[in-house]
């Protein structure tokens, strides 16, 4: 952990402006462990249909995995209350080739969704390799959410996977 903290001291002003004061994640604890005890584990969230359809609604994008994409286009002519909606986010989860991996799929997309509500100016590559992100962020299942989303806000910038135009006007709260 303290590695991790090291490298988070030395990143730039937008990740800790993104991410500082954020109660979307537990402090303590592996994410997996609290996610575990709370009866979530393997499940969605409940406003998770919700908070993915405020993604692509936000802007074109495109999440890949496997050849299989969850794109905008996906809200056309649909509704995020329908079930079609839900299905084709759980198709696309199950695109994944570990259960981590979707884990990690779905704290993200969370993550994603928690930057964008609170900081509309943020914009998100057009594709987004949802896999590969996993990968080069370097996330472990024994760290804890609040590491865990360090390290996708650090791999989101680092890899230019998100642009702020201004961040001194981020809202993180």
């Known amino acids: 952990s303290s590695g991790i903290n090291a490298e988070y001291g030395q990143l730039s002003k937008k990740i800790r402006l993104m991410l500082a004061n954020s109660n979307d994640f537990s402090k303590n604890g592996s994410w997996q462990k609290h996610r575990l005890i709370s009866g979530t584990l393997g499940r969605v ?10 993604i692509l609604q936000h802007q074109n994008i495109r999440f890949t995995s496997e050849g299989t994409q969850l794109g905008s286009h996906d809200t056309l002519n649909t509704k ?12 696309f989860l199950n695109t994944f080739s570990s259960h981590n991996v979707r884990y990690f799929a779905i704290e993200l997309l969370h993550l994603l969704a928690s930057v964008i509500e609170r900081n509309p100016e943020v914009i998100l590559v057009e594709e987004f390799p949802v896999q590969h992100f996993i990968e080069l962020s370097k996330v472990n299942v024994e760290e804890s959410l609040e590491d865990v989303s360090k390290k996708f806000i650090s791999c989101m910038i680092k890899n230019e996977f998100v642009k702020i135009d201004n961040v001194h006007n981020c809202i993180v709260s």
């Open 45 to 54: 969230p409940e406003d998770f249909s919700s908070r993915v359809w405020l």
């Open 80 to 91: 995020v209350s329908e079930p079609l909606f839900a299905m084709k986010i759980e198709r």
